[in-house]
């Protein structure tokens, strides 16, 4: 009888401390980092806005230094161009050769996801090949029509400052008008 008890108690006491464990685990999750969601979509709104600017501007390091270090350009009917210094040498003849607009369309829709965001987008980008270039670049990740009607979905990281960057950019055609 005695070893049963001790039996009972040692399953009990090994109870209580898995149950205990679960619990302290759990909290320290849920309370190990404090999101501000309307921050978060402000700051990544803001991004997009940089983005786009450079861009129009034709601004290279401005677009690179939104990129984090281990981005993936993931371009349809292209190989990939993985981490920021490729995909900086990938856009020097986009920038040389072109000029860009870009018209959005629609609002952009982000799913906050921790560290990351899910950011989906329509973009108008229309496209002026500077004179006497034939082609923007001979990479075929880059944009060919002079009018380009893309659907675009980003993944975003947050880094360790808190800010937001690039980490894949993807797009496909959109609906035809």
């Not at 965001?117 to 973009?123: E, K, T």
């Not at 960057?165 to 035809?176: A, C, D, L, P, S």
């Amino acid at each position: 009888m005695t070893s049963r008890k001790k039996l009972i108690c040692l399953l009990a006491t090994l109870i209580c401390f898995l149950v205990g464990s679960c619990n302290e685990h759990s909290d320290d999750f849920s309370t190990s980092k404090t999101y501000n969601t309307s921050k978060d979509e402000s700051d990544i709104l803001k991004l997009y806005e940089n983005w786009a600017t450079a861009v129009e501007n034709g601004n290279r390091q401005q677009y690179v230094n939104l990129l984090d270090e281990s981005v993936v350009l993931i371009a349809p009917g292209a190989l990939d161009i993985v981490g920021r210094e490729n995909y900086a040498k990938f856009l020097l003849p986009v920038f040389e050769n072109a000029t860009y607009k870009i018209e959005p369309q629609g609002e952009f829709d982000i799913e906050l996801l921790g560290d990351f965001a899910l950011v989906r987008y329509d973009y108008i980008v229309n496209i002026v090949i500077k004179d006497g270039v034939d082609t923007i670049t001979n990479s075929d990740a880059a944009l060919t029509q002079m009018t380009n009607n893309s659907k675009y979905l980003d993944v975003l990281k947050r880094q360790n400052s808190g800010e937001w960057k690039v980490f894949r950019h993807m797009w496909n055609e959109g609906t035809k008008r």
